[in-house]
């Protein structure tokens, strides 16, 4: 840290530091054909008041709207706070994916992440975010709650809502429960910018890939939440996961999965695998049936590796796992149920395990 903080927080467009000085927080803003909504994302940005520096970097993926002409005029009227990279030809068409390459250019000790179609609301978020992390030690991430804006005729996968009826307060949530499934709206957080184990080559061809960073996130730390809304996200016709059906969303989440169990540090895998359990093992099963290509490949190697993954957490003296995941894993081995049923009994008893619910697995 290369600057003294000032004595009380000024918005960040009226801040003046030395030449030279390294900004604590930056801001990574991906965007493409947000002309709707990019100029309401950087007004939330320079809405921000702190006691340190900040940079924003903002990826335009080739537009085809005025998008990167927003960006620019912004850029044009404070070039020492903005970082702006305008791209002529789609990366991520090409299977280069924004994000990671936007985050090697950013220089503060934070990153905070905010797409052009989202916006910040309070004026107060990265002043708080940051002094929850320095209380936190233990914490990699820090996120709130968010508000959820519905555009018409749209809608939103329930398990992918931000929260919005929580209690005031602060919760701290384990790496382990993010990598098991627990949601966190990307809109909402402030994160140290710590190397991440893997970003795997898998990461290209993910829809939902926020899963997936805050997943590898964590094995680095916890996320300290706080449950007050400082951010908006936006659910509209032109958003990649908002339009889509119900039966991509579902393979989507699973191909995130199978890339975390995949390509997480393996001390996670098993953590992991009980993710992927919990979106159903039947979900698996019905697009190994229907699907052709790369998806029936994916579902296979999950499948798999799945198994692999659930013997080595027993292995490893965890015996939590409930009774109706094992009698679907077996089920899926054996294609009769029956079998499958007295198969999966049959192991837990010799295990010794004590599932957390008898009830039978139905398909």
Same mark, same amino acid.
């Given at each position: 840290?290369?600057?003294?903080?000032?004595?009380?927080?000024?918005?960040?467009?009226?801040?003046?530091?030395?030449?030279?000085?390294?900004?604590?927080?930056?801001?990574?803003?991906?965007? %493409?054909?947000?002309?709707?909504?990019?100029?309401?994302?950087?007004?939330?940005?320079?809405?921000?008041?702190?006691?340190?520096?900040?940079?924003?970097?903002?990826?335009?993926?080739?537009?085809?709207?005025?998008?990167? *002409?927003?960006?620019?005029?912004?850029?044009?009227?404070?070039?020492? &706070?903005?970082?702006?990279?305008?791209?002529?030809?789609?990366?991520?068409?090409?299977?280069?994916?924004?994000?990671? #390459?936007?985050?090697?250019?950013?220089?503060? @000790?934070?990153?905070?992440?905010? @797409?052009?179609?989202?916006?910040?609301? =309070?004026?107060?978020?990265?002043?708080?975010?940051?002094?929850?992390?320095?209380?936190?030690? @233990?914490?990699?991430?820090?996120? =709130?709650?968010?508000? #959820?804006?519905?555009?018409?005729?749209?809608?939103?996968?329930?398990?992918?809502?931000?929260?919005?009826?929580?209690?005031?307060? &602060?919760? %701290?949530?384990?790496?382990?429960?993010?990598?098991?499934?627990? =949601?966190?709206?990307?809109?909402?957080?402030?994160?140290?910018?710590?190397?991440?184990?893997?970003?795997?080559?898998?990461?290209?061809?993910?829809?939902?890939?926020?899963?997936?960073?805050?997943?590898?996130?964590?094995?680095?730390?916890?996320?300290?939440?706080?449950?007050?809304? /400082?951010?908006?996200?936006?659910?509209?016709?032109?958003?990649?996961?908002?339009?889509?059906?119900?039966?991509?969303?579902?393979?989507?989440?699973?191909?995130?999965?199978?890339?975390?169990?995949? @390509?997480?540090?393996?001390?996670?895998?098993?953590?992991?695998? &009980?993710?992927? *359990?919990?979106?159903?093992?039947?979900?698996?099963?019905?697009?190994?049936?229907?699907?052709?290509?790369?998806?029936? /490949?994916?579902?296979?190697?999950?499948?798999?590796? !799945?198994?692999?993954?659930?013997?080595?957490?027993?292995?490893? !003296?965890?015996? =939590?796992?409930?009774?109706?995941?094992?009698?679907?894993?077996?089920?899926?081995?054996?294609?009769?149920?029956?079998?499958?049923?007295?198969?999966?009994?049959?192991?837990?008893?010799? &295990?010794?395990?004590?599932?957390?619910?008898?009830?039978?697995?139905?398909?």
């Amino acid at each position: 840290m290369n600057f003294k903080h000032l004595e009380r927080p000024l918005p960040i467009a009226e801040q003046v530091w030395p030449s030279g000085t390294k900004p604590l927080i930056s801001i990574c803003c991906i965007t %493409y054909n947000h002309e709707r909504y990019i100029t309401k994302a950087i007004e939330g940005f320079l809405l921000q008041e702190t006691t340190f520096p900040v940079e924003i970097l903002i990826h335009d993926d080739a537009s085809a709207d005025a998008t990167a *002409s927003i960006i620019q005029d912004y850029v044009d009227k404070s070039p020492s &706070l903005f970082t702006a990279i305008l791209q002529n030809e789609n990366q991520y068409s090409l299977g280069n994916k924004p994000f990671p #390459a936007l985050t090697l250019l950013a220089k503060g @000790e934070f990153i905070a992440v905010c @797409e052009g179609d989202d916006f910040w609301t =309070h004026a107060g978020k990265l002043q708080r975010q940051y002094e929850l992390l320095l209380e936190y030690p @233990e914490a990699v991430m820090a996120a =709130h709650d968010v508000e #959820a804006v519905y555009e018409q005729n749209v809608s939103a996968d329930e398990s992918d809502q931000p929260n919005q009826d929580s209690i005031p307060g &602060l919760e %701290y949530f384990s790496g382990e429960q993010i990598i098991a499934g627990k =949601h966190i709206s990307p809109v909402s957080t402030v994160f140290r910018n710590v190397k991440i184990y893997n970003w795997g080559k898998r990461w290209r061809w993910l829809v939902n890939e926020d899963r997936y960073f805050n997943s590898m996130l964590a094995t680095r730390g916890g996320v300290i939440v706080e449950h007050k809304k /400082m951010a908006a996200h936006i659910y509209h016709d032109g958003g990649v996961w908002s339009s889509a059906d119900e039966r991509t969303r579902r393979r989507n989440m699973i191909e995130v999965r199978v890339a975390v169990i995949l @390509e997480i540090e393996p001390a996670f895998c098993p953590i992991a695998c &009980l993710s992927l *359990s919990k979106t159903s093992w039947i979900d698996i099963w019905n697009i190994l049936r229907t699907e052709k290509g790369v998806d029936s /490949m994916v579902c296979m190697r999950a499948y798999f590796m !799945g198994l692999f993954c659930c013997f080595r957490t027993i292995q490893a !003296g965890i015996h =939590h796992i409930p009774r109706v995941l094992w009698t679907q894993i077996l089920i899926l081995v054996f294609p009769f149920k029956v079998v499958g049923v007295f198969l999966a009994r049959g192991l837990m008893r010799k &295990l010794g395990i004590k599932g957390e619910c008898d009830q039978r697995a139905s398909v």
